[in-house]
Nanobody
Framework: QVQLVESGGGLVQAGGSLTLSCAAS????????MGWFRRAPGKEREFVAT????????YYADSVKGRFTIARDGAKNTLYLQMNSLRPEDTAVYSC?????????????????WGQGTQVTVSS
């Protein structure tokens, strides 16, 4: 059974940085696609970024391109989201997700496994 556990959320001022982590276990993730999504209060879940575990090919939402970086560490089985130049509108619960086929996927219903989420709050 795949388990995903996020950490690293918190409160940060606008312009600041945070790095989220997602510890993955239960499988060999070499053929998986991984993603980050977020849900702000009163809004729909929003795609943030995705990466292929093998090869590290990435794809970002326009709203975060140039500010956020998705990465993975195969040795640690951990997915990361480095967030720079944070804005109040980045405030949301951030969740990592895994899909057991390789590729780039930006729709939440394409993913098979989800973490519980971690809160990121950006103050102005």
């Amino acid at each position: 059974q795949v388990q995903l556990v996020e950490s690293g959320g918190g409160l940060v001022q606008a312009g600041g940085s945070l790095t989220l982590s997602c510890a993955a276990s239960g499988r060999t993730f070499d053929t998986y696609a991984m993603g980050w999504f977020r849900r702000a209060p009163g809004k729909e879940r929003e795609f943030v970024a995705t990466i292929t575990w093998r090869g590290g090919i990435t794809y970002y939402a326009d709203s975060v391109k140039g500010r956020f970086t998705i990465a993975r560490d195969g040795a640690k089985n951990t997915l990361y989201l480095q967030m720079n130049s944070l804005r109040p509108e980045d405030t949301a619960v951030y969740s990592c997700a895994a899909r057991y086929t390789i590729g780039l996927y930006n729709q939440g219903d394409e993913y098979h496994y989800w973490g519980q989420g971690t809160q990121v709050t950006v103050s102005s």
